[in-house]
């Protein structure tokens, strides 16, 4: 299941939604952490002040990384979810002058974006009961990652298939879903892992790391493509219904 927890608040910024770290009201998404602190109704914190504010204190003296309002915890895979956002390289588009939306890159620099991640990497470590970053021998393995693509791919092709010949009920699509959304944690979980790694330059094999990446972005996209699909059949599969029933009782 998709963990509803945590998550990147995309509410417009439009005054009061001033960051409760920078005052700004610009310049990124709202991160949601699992307290619920952060969003845009409850001490909005940019993505980018939360990293900052995660980055431990000194050398001698490191914490782990806390909410910046109530001290809470912040869990690993938080964590490697923000990772996986930066390495994304996303634009954000807010409202500008005379109506006209301005879209900009939240993360301008190569350099910003090793920092933040280099923050990451250090929080991560820093969270109890956590092992340090290292990739497993599992993720040494070249199959786990073509395991993890193909089953992506197939579960893919096999629902898109599936919707173009309608032979799928409703129960069907509601387990279809469920089997995307698990996927698409693991892929996520994954894609944020991928991205420290590729920060601390640990390519594996003679492997392309930025082409394995952008596949499995790429299947991550098309799983909520066919997400997004399968929800409108079943929209409009309902309103039929209900058309039919209304009908029905009409005579
Ligand atoms: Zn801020
Ligand atoms: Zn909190």
Known sequence: ?????????????THPDECTICMGGSGGEFLRLTCGHGAHDLYPIHVTCAVLSFSPVGDDYKLPPRCPVCRATVDADTLLDVANYVQQNKTITFPGDDDESVEQSVYQSEAEKGTLLSILSDAHDMVPDVEILDPSNEELSLKYYQDMINEAENMTREIQSGIE??????????????????????????SGRLALFAHHNWVFFEFNFQDLYARLIASKDSLEATTKKIRIEREEKQREEEEEHHHNLVP
């Not at 299941?1 to 910024?13: C, E, L, Y």
């Open 1 to 13: 299941m998709k963990r509803i927890w945590n998550g990147f608040d995309t509410t417009p910024h």
């Open 165 to 190: 010949e309608r032979e799928y009920t409703l129960e069907d699509l509601e387990q279809k879903e469920q089997d995307i959304a698990f996927i698409e944690d693991k892929i996520e979980r994954m």
